[in-house]
């Protein structure tokens, strides 16, 4: 399916149509336990979710940080299991309606709410659209009565409405709508069966009828497996405020079934309010592609140099090109910037997440370079993160070397020339020098060094003026060639020594190791007290060699080695039994090998599974 803005109205649009059409489904449970009946139906949905996603699932899920465990556990919690139950909490003192017009409301919050937290002012478009259509699901359903009680759990679901589409939204790049909804969906069936375990009786499970059954596996199938993920695909496509505004729809579907079922009627007021929901929705979405006015003609701005290899200009006309469209156009770019800026591939995950946001809730028409805003952002948020985790650095097990990455995950490299001063800036040799800069100096280093930004644009990302610009840049290309030595990159030798290498090491061949070493070779282990390695940098060739010769003897049966392009040059992987173990990189000078890099620590092996 395209990533266009018709196909995302089309997917939340037709997840709404199905929640709205299956309150027949949700009638027919009420003598169901609801706890019990919750985790047949979230855990059925996850099966079959899981099934369809197959073993592309282990790398992404691999690959979530613990925060992100965090706001899934959260999401399905809230926006799922909370939900359900602040509904059912809410019609016990209230009537239906009530709680249905707090819900719908959840198109204004989120209208708000996103662009408030990413620091901008919200849409007027998507406001007033947020509104028609909170106005419009009031008139659909009414009013009626109610007390304290009542409008507590109304406002409950209201949030949990709110956070099933605003936690899903840093989760779901790296995840997608399919893996998301299995993974929330699971959490989900896990919680409820807690919950059943701690309420008892009434939570208990038992054989549903056929009826039940019925309601369940609709539920479980049509509106979990296949309305979820058309909803979390709508999000995908046209950012998470445009998408809730089509929850709108569901009281609309919800009374364009009714008569059909005998549970209620389709008059005058509900045409009114769907009318106005619809008014709503195409105000705010703003789904059709906007056109540049006759006789504009196209005006153009300068270039602006964005990288080595491109340079992006605005032309002045208007696309149509939704925001995750053009997010994922720059998405190696930026996560190119975060990776050389902090080192590890889960931080620099965060910050283009984080960038995500800040970009799903910006007004496109403020924005005339998405690439230069996207660096921008991400630059920013980059420092901001430096800065949180050099003291967890601080207390760091053993010296500390960056995360492995696979050399055509650091961004688009350039073209000509200059495609090996960009692969050098993600060398493990100059990342961990850069370790040493400031976060600003760091910034200006990646940027200009890595992605030949003119001194001028990177001021405008720092708000620092051209000139302190070129000083900080002055320092930092000073700092790194003092401390880093210039490894030869040839590929040829470099796997000839590396295989070399291997050769000595697993034949015990102490000699033959100390003709491919410099003599004052180092090895520097990272293992972060999590792994076997040395916690402390060996000096020497002599005492590199004896390490590595002890390490080879009592290496364990079934370790496997491969090859591979890790940090711009030849490295290998050692696994075992399929999970990646240690990796080790060579940096050559002269042709002898002058450092050796070995990778243990298990919690920065993890994105390497696939590898």
């Given at each position: 399916?395209?990533?266009?803005?018709?196909?995302?109205?089309?997917?939340?649009?037709?997840?709404?149509?199905?929640?709205?059409?299956?309150?027949?489904?949700?009638?027919?449970?009420?003598?169901?336990?609801?706890?019990?009946?919750?985790?047949?139906?979230?855990?059925?949905?996850?099966l079959i979710l899981l099934a369809l996603v197959g073993r592309r699932a282990g790398p992404p899920l691999r690959a979530l940080t613990g925060r992100q465990w965090g706001r899934l556990a959260l999401l399905a919690a809230l926006g799922m299991l909370g939900f359900n139950?602040?509904?059912?909490?809410?019609?016990?003192?209230?009537?239906?309606?009530?709680?249905?017009?707090?819900?719908?409301?959840?198109?204004?919050?989120?209208?708000?709410?996103?662009?408030?937290?990413?620091?901008?002012?919200?849409?007027?478009?998507?406001?007033?659209?947020?509104?028609?259509?909170?106005?419009?699901?009031?008139?659909?359903?009414?009013?009626?009565?109610?007390?304290?009680?009542?409008?507590?759990?109304?406002?409950?679901?209201?949030?949990?409405?709110?956070?099933?589409?605003?936690?899903?939204?840093?989760?779901?790049?790296?995840?997608?709508?399919?893996?998301?909804?299995?993974?929330?969906?699971?959490?989900?069936?896990?919680?409820?069966?807690?919950?059943?375990?701690?309420?008892?009786?009434?939570?208990?499970?038992?054989?549903?009828?056929?009826?039940?059954?019925?309601?369940?596996?609709?539920?479980?199938?049509i509106v979990t497996v296949v309305g979820f993920v058309c909803w979390y695909a709508g999000i995908q496509r046209i950012g998470v405020q445009r998408a809730t505004l089509f929850s709108g729809l569901i009281p609309v579907f919800a009374a364009l079934t009714a008569p059909l079922v005998g549970t209620g009627g389709y008059g005058p007021a509900q045409l009114g309010g769907s009318?106005?929901?619809?008014?709503?929705?195409?105000?705010?979405?703003?789904?059709?592609?906007?056109?540049?006015?006759?006789?504009?003609?196209?005006?153009?701005?300068?270039?602006?140099?964005?990288?080595?290899?491109?340079v992006g200009g605005w032309d002045g006309r208007v696309r149509s090109d939704t925001a995750t469209e053009v997010f994922e156009e720059y998405r190696p770019v930026l996560f190119g910037v975060a990776y050389r800026m902090l080192g590890r591939v889960a931080d620099a995950e965060d910050v283009v997440q984080d960038a995500w946001l800040r970009w799903a809730g910006v007004e496109r028409a403020e924005v005339r370079e998405p690439r230069a805003f996207l660096v921008r952002i991400t630059t920013r948020l980059a420092i901001d993160r430096l800065r949180q985790v050099q003291s967890r650095r601080e207390s760091y097990v053993g010296p500390w070397l960056p995360e492995p990455l696979a050399t055509d995950a650091a961004g688009s490299p350039p073209d000509g020339a200059e495609r090996a001063v960009f692969a050098e800036t993600v060398t493990l040799a100059v990342l961990v020098v850069m370790e040493s800069l400031s976060p600003?100096?760091?910034?200006?280093?990646?940027?200009?060094?890595?992605?030949?930004?003119?001194?001028?644009?990177?001021?405008?990302?720092?708000?620092?003026?051209?000139?302190?610009?070129?000083?900080?840049?002055?320092?930092?290309?000073?700092?790194?060639?003092?401390?880093?030595?210039?490894?030869?990159?040839?590929?040829?030798?470099?796997?000839?020594l590396t295989e070399r290498f291997l050769a000595a090491a697993a034949g015990d061949d102490l000699a033959g190791l100390l003709s491919l070493l410099?003599?004052?070779?180092?090895?520097?282990?990272?293992?972060?007290?999590?792994?076997?390695?040395?916690?402390?940098i060996i000096e020497s060739a002599d005492k590199v060699a004896r390490f590595l010769l002890g390490v080879a003897k009592s290496m364990?049966?079934?370790?496997?080695?491969?090859?591979?392009?890790?940090?711009?040059?030849?490295?290998?992987?050692?696994?075992?039994?399929?999970?990646?173990?240690?990796?080790?990189?060579?940096?050559?000078?002269?042709?002898?090998?002058?450092?050796?890099?070995?990778?243990?620590?298990?919690?920065?092996?993890?994105?390497?599974?696939?590898?």
């Open positions: 399916m395209n990533r266009t803005p018709l196909h995302g109205a089309l997917c939340a649009a037709f997840a709404c149509f199905l929640v709205g059409g299956s309150f027949t489904a949700n009638s027919l449970l009420g003598d169901y336990p609801w706890a019990g009946g919750q985790a047949l139906r979230y855990g059925l949905a996850a139950l602040a509904i059912l909490a809410a019609e016990r003192t209230a009537e239906p309606a009530v709680p249905g017009v707090f819900v719908g409301c959840a198109p204004v919050v989120v209208a708000v709410l996103v662009p408030t937290l990413a620091g901008r002012r919200p849409s007027p478009a998507v406001v007033r659209g947020a509104l028609l259509v909170a106005a419009g699901a009031w008139v659909v359903q009414g009013w009626g009565r109610t007390d304290a009680p009542g409008l507590f759990w109304s406002v409950a679901a209201l949030c949990g409405e709110v956070g099933f589409a605003v936690l899903a939204v840093p989760v779901l790049p790296p995840l997608g709508p399919r893996l998301l909804s299995a993974v929330v969906s699971a959490l989900a069936a896990v919680e409820a069966t807690v919950v059943g375990a701690v309420t008892g009786g009434a939570g208990r499970l038992r054989m549903p009828d056929a009826v039940e059954a019925a309601a369940l596996g609709w539920q479980a199938v009318l106005l929901v619809g008014a709503g929705v195409v105000l705010g979405a703003g789904v059709r592609p906007r056109l540049a006015r006759r006789g504009s003609g196209v005006a153009r701005t300068g270039a602006f140099a964005l990288d080595n290899g491109r600003l100096e760091r910034a200006v280093f990646v940027l200009r060094e890595a992605f030949g930004y003119p001194y001028a644009e990177i001021g405008a990302v720092l708000d620092r003026s051209e000139a302190a610009v070129r000083q900080l840049a002055g320092r930092a290309r000073r700092h790194v060639e003092e401390g880093s030595p210039r490894y030869e990159v040839d590929p040829e030798q470099q796997r000839d410099a003599a004052d070779a180092r090895l520097v282990g990272d293992s972060g007290g999590k792994a076997k390695a040395p916690l402390r364990p049966a079934g370790l496997e080695f491969t090859l591979c392009a890790l940090n711009g040059g030849l490295a290998v992987l050692a696994h075992q039994d399929g999970v990646p173990d240690t990796v080790i990189q060579l940096g050559v000078q002269d042709g002898r090998i002058r450092t050796v890099y070995i990778v243990r620590n298990p919690d920065k092996l993890g994105a390497l599974a696939t590898r």
